[in-house]
Nanobody
Framework: AQLVESGGGLAQPGGSLRLSCETS????????MSWFRQAPGLEREFVAG?????????YYADSVKGRFTISRDNAKRTLYLQMNSLKPEDTARYFC??????????????????WGQGTQVTVSS
């Protein structure tokens, strides 16, 4: 599997960014996908996840609930993360990841077997 993130950058507090994760070399449409982030000196943490099928069920970390929205376009093999009302504490490198199973498991990084290289998000005035 190959995953390539884009869309990161510098944003002001209260601003917005949209991350994209383009994928290839696996059947994107049948796997749950998630976004994680990692700030310097901290462990990688779950941000948001989405099941593969059309029920549209999503999962969010409490810290981003109501501000971030995960979505996917199975035809384009692309995962998105719309980030609104950004805060300085959202500053981190953001990664997309593919689940090891076609069934939703959890936001534990151990349940994901393929990762992108990440895209840096910095929120600062």
């Amino acid at each position: 599997a190959q995953l390539v993130e884009s869309g990161g950058g510098l944003a002001q507090p209260g601003g917005s960014l949209r991350l994209s994760c383009e994928t290839s070399r696996f059947v994107f449409s049948v796997y749950p996908m998630s976004w994680f982030r990692q700030a310097p000196g901290l462990e990688r943490e779950f941000v948001a996840g989405m099941r593969w099928n059309e029920d549209g069920i999503t999962y969010y970390a409490d810290s981003v609930k109501g501000r971030f929205t995960i979505s996917r376009d199975n035809a384009k093999r692309t995962l998105y993360l719309q980030m609104n009302s950004l805060k300085p504490e959202d500053t981190a490198r953001y990664f997309c990841a593919k689940s090891t199973s076609t069934k939703w498991q959890s936001g534990d990084p151990a349940n994901y077997d393929s990762w992108g290289q990440g895209t840096q998000v910095t929120v600062s005035s």
